[in-house]
């Protein structure tokens, strides 16, 4: 069985940094892309980026380079998000997604991380 | 890079009618790279449809999708209760190479 379960609620400070992640399991982890979509709260779902944890090959969508860091560990089968300095503006759920190479539709979602940041 | 619209912003429906979503992207999209998912209210989205028409595992015939170059539609045919969510079409472009998605629309029940 496919899942992606994600690390835990977070709730931090303005200019903290934070690593969140996503673990895979019960599929090839490395033949397929992992996606990180952003939803704000009460907005829409937007691509923030995506890894091909092959070979460590990553895109991140216009909006979101250089803001985070996206990664992945093919040894524990688990990519991350990462943000340097976090702004309030980041508030929103996470979700991890896993991508399918040929034709880049998500098939299956991890449970969403929700990230809180304030003072 | 291609943005998505999707329309309308709201749909309100009673169960058993039809709802005929709308997508259009700002330039040609191929139909292989075109993609409908549902999220329930403090649910992660699931697939519905990929490449324009596939229905995903498990996904009941009454949805349907169409459409090419840069208009797309999802249609249900006769709405079932647990069918009122929020739908959002998602693209692929390879120049650049990104993954979007479009504003969503809600179904609500009338």
């Known amino acids: 069985e496919v899942q992606l379960v994600q690390s835990g609620a977070e709730v931090k400070k303005p200019g903290e940094s934070l690593k969140i992640s996503c673990k895979s399991s019960g599929y090839s982890f490395t033949t397929y892309w992992i996606g990180w979509v952003r939803q704000k709260p009460g907005k829409g779902l937007e691509c923030m980026g995506i890894?091909?944890?092959?070979?460590?090959?990553?895109r991140y969508s216009p909006s979101f380079q250089g803001q985070v860091t996206i990664s992945a560990d093919k040894s524990i089968s688990t990519a991350y998000l990462q943000w340097n300095s976090l702004k309030a503006s980041d508030t929103a759920m996470y979700y991890c997604?896993?991508?399918?190479?040929?034709?880049?539709?998500?098939?299956?979602w991890g449970q969403g991380t929700l990230v809180t940041v304030s003072s | 890079e291609i943005v998505l619209t999707q329309s309308p912003d709201t749909l309100s429906l009673s169960p058993g009618e039809r709802a005929t979503l709308s997508c259009r992207a700002s330039?040609?999209?191929?139909?292989?790279?075109l993609a409908w998912y549902q999220q329930k209210l403090g649910q992660a989205p699931s697939l519905l449809i990929y490449g324009t028409s596939n229905r995903a595992t498990g996904i009941p015939d009454r949805f349907s999708g169409s459409g090419s170059g840069t208009d797309f539609i999802l249609t249900i045919s006769r709405l079932e209760p647990e069918d009122f969510a929020v739908y959002y079409c998602q693209q692929y472009g390879s120049s650049p190479p990104s993954l979007t998605f479009g504003g969503g629309t809600k179904v609500e029940i009338k």
């Open positions: 890894i091909y944890p092959g070979d460590s090959d990553t």
């Open positions: 330039q040609s999209v191929s139909s292989s790279y």
């Open positions: 997604a896993r991508v399918v190479p040929a034709t880049k539709f998500s098939d299956y």
